[in-house]
């Protein structure tokens, strides 16, 4: 129900162009939230080269990327500023409007732009007034707030990893979660429990042997388990993609089903399908989104959990369980 774009790298100065800078940006035009993999072993330097582990401190990553996206959105913004502020302040027309108006290519809400203005301050200033200073506080309250991004600490399985993990944690703790990580562990796992060796479900912190292994894959997944998951409880990398999914982006995960007794849809099977519903979503929404006639046809709905009647308007609640009622 998500969909994920592995993006290539950013080097310095992408926001000009460089490297593959230009392609980044691109895709970040449809994301609604950011996951930044990060080094947490600092064994790999601020353009991705191999390092001593340790000597590269991920924090001037991070910092890294959020210069990159504040320059290519401000860049966007003070083209033609002066001739677009007189023009807002000759119409009388609201700024927050015209900016949007401005960012639309962005997919931003409307809304991320008024609470970035308001937290700027600058809804008291005057348009022509706002100096480069002014547009760059602009662009960073809206970075936060329309493009919100989660912390991938990776390589956790490494020895220089936890102590950066705990500064990434205490340094960016008003401004982004860190998820601890290890990709490699993951893609080790799910390889493993592809070819049967091992039963193992993304998220879980531990594995069980199924099938016959190798001394040397022995040896692997047992370090997976003890550098890994019993150490930080997962891999993480389901963790960063619920993180995203249900902590920055706010969804819903609810699972309609037309048989309430059985849990089951019209040809028997149960919990055949979970839709992610934005913060705020009601029951008409979601047989909306499920079918149009559905929608056109809803009276009510029940939440199979509670056996409450659910009106149009009732906020859905995470991974609720429910039944849509409808007229002829």
Not at 109 to 130: C, F, M, S
Not at 133 to 154: G, H, Q, T
Not at 272 to 296: C, F, N, Q, W
Not at 297 to 314: G, M
Request: glycine share 6%; proline share 5%.
């Amino acid at each position: 129900p998500v969909e994920l774009i592995d993006v290539a790298g950013l080097v310095p100065d992408a926001w000009r162009g460089r490297g593959l800078g230009n392609r980044f940006l691109d895709h970040l035009r449809r994301a609604d939230a950011l996951i930044h993999v990060v080094d947490a072993s600092g064994s790999t330097d601020i353009e991705g080269r191999p390092v001593e582990p340790g000597s590269h401190d991920p924090l001037k990553d991070v910092e890294f990327l959020e210069r990159e996206v504040d320059m290519w959105l401000y860049g966007i913004l003070r083209r033609d500023w002066s001739r677009f502020a007189l023009s807002v302040e000759a119409t009388g027309a609201k700024i927050e409007e015209e900016l949007y108006k401005r960012l639309s290519g962005l997919e931003v809400e409307e809304a991320a732009v008024a609470e970035a203005i308001d937290a700027a301050g600058l809804y008291a200033k005057r348009p022509t007034l706002w100096s480069d200073e002014d547009i760059m506080l602009f662009v960073r309250e809206l970075r936060s707030r329309a493009k919100p991004m989660v912390i991938a600490a990776n390589k956790v399985d490494l020895p220089p990893a936890r102590r950066n993990v705990e500064r990434l944690r205490e340094r960016l703790k008003e401004r982004y979660l860190v998820v601890p990580m290890s990709a490699e562990a993951e893609l080790a796992l799910r390889r493993a429990s592809a070819a049967g060796l091992i039963r193992y479900v993304p998220g879980d912190g531990d594995f069980e042997v199924v099938g016959r292994l190798t001394e040397r894959q022995e040896r692997a997944l047992e370090y997976i388990r003890t550098r890994v998951l019993k150490v930080w409880g997962s891999t993480g990398v389901q963790e960063v993609i619920n993180t995203v999914v249900f902590d920055l982006l706010r969804y819903v995960a609810v699972f309609p089903v037309a048989d309430e007794y059985k849990l089951s849809d019209h040809k028997g099977r149960v919990l055949p399908e979970v839709y992610l519903m934005k913060h705020g979503s009601t029951p008409r929404d979601l047989a909306y989104t499920i079918h149009t006639e559905l929608g056109e046809k809803f009276i009510a709905a029940i939440d199979v959990k509670t056996r409450r009647r659910l009106s149009a308007t009732t906020p859905l609640e995470h991974r609720s369980v429910v039944k849509i009622v409808t007229g002829r």
